[in-house]
């Protein structure tokens, strides 16, 4: 599985903007998650939908800001920011467990996309 993550710029805060992963493979039946990392800080868990996109888990700093969705014929994932802090500023990487279930931790996924940058001015 190759995952490409897109979508990443420049904006203000209160702004949105939308992320999106492509991935490649035989099949998109597994469940994907967005993470990020801030310069000098640890990666954090951000959202995670399962397969069938039933089951969705965020992050408490971006509950009731964040989206996450996936369109399985199109094999995308997508994350949708609204209201956009300073303190989102930081590269996104999306990710893709070997499984339908979600996980919220790092070690749960296998597969990895290159990040996004997202930068956001006060």
């Known amino acids: 599985v190759q995952l490409q993550a897109s979508g990443g710029g420049l904006v203000q805060a209160g702004d949105s903007l939308r992320l999106s992963c492509a991935a490649s493979?035989?099949?998109?039946?597994?469940?994907m998650g967005w993470f990020r990392q801030a310069p000098g800080k640890e990666r954090e868990f951000v959202a995670a939908?399962?397969?069938?996109?039933?089951?969705?888990y965020y992050g408490d700093s971006v509950k009731g800001r964040f989206t996450i969705s996936r369109d399985n014929a199109k094999r995308v994932a997508y994350l949708q920011m609204n209201s956009l802090k300073p303190e989102d500023t930081a590269a996104y990487y999306c990710?893709?467990?070997?499984?339908?279930?979600?996980?919220?931790?790092?070690?749960?996924?296998?597969?990895w996309g290159q990040g996004t940058l997202v930068t956001v001015s006060s």
């Open positions: 990710a893709a467990r070997r499984a339908t279930g979600v996980a919220i931790t790092e070690n749960g996924y296998v597969y």
């Open positions: 493979g035989r099949t998109f039946s597994y469940a």
């Open positions: 939908i399962n397969w069938n996109s039933a089951i969705t």
